[in-house]
């Protein structure tokens, strides 16, 4: 079963590829506190449609590029520009 996460598209400069931004929440284990940790995964878009702001859901792949393990499978809202 492949891994499945959501995340925010953080930057697009690339062609074919997206950085997307996933937050985790977890707990110290002594402590007890919550925290918040951020990672950055490249993803790969086939057809360049991703936009910065966009959630999207990135799956678990075969490796694409060197840095590139992931691939968007859908976009789960997009970022509405205000006029």
């Known amino acids: 079963m492949a891994r499945r996460m959501r995340g925010t598209v953080s930057s697009t400069k690339m ?8 937050e985790r929440v977890k707990e110290h284990p002594l402590y007890r506190k919550k925290y918040a940790v951020n990672t950055n ?14 959630v999207v859901e990135i799956i678990e792949s075969k490796p694409i590029s060197r840095d590139k393990r992931w691939v968007v499978e859908r976009k789960v809202s997009t970022k509405e520009l205000a006029q």
């Open 15 to 22: 062609d074919k590829t997206v950085v997307v931004t996933v």
């Open 41 to 54: 995964f490249k993803a790969h878009d086939a057809d360049n449609s991703c936009q910065v702001g966009d």
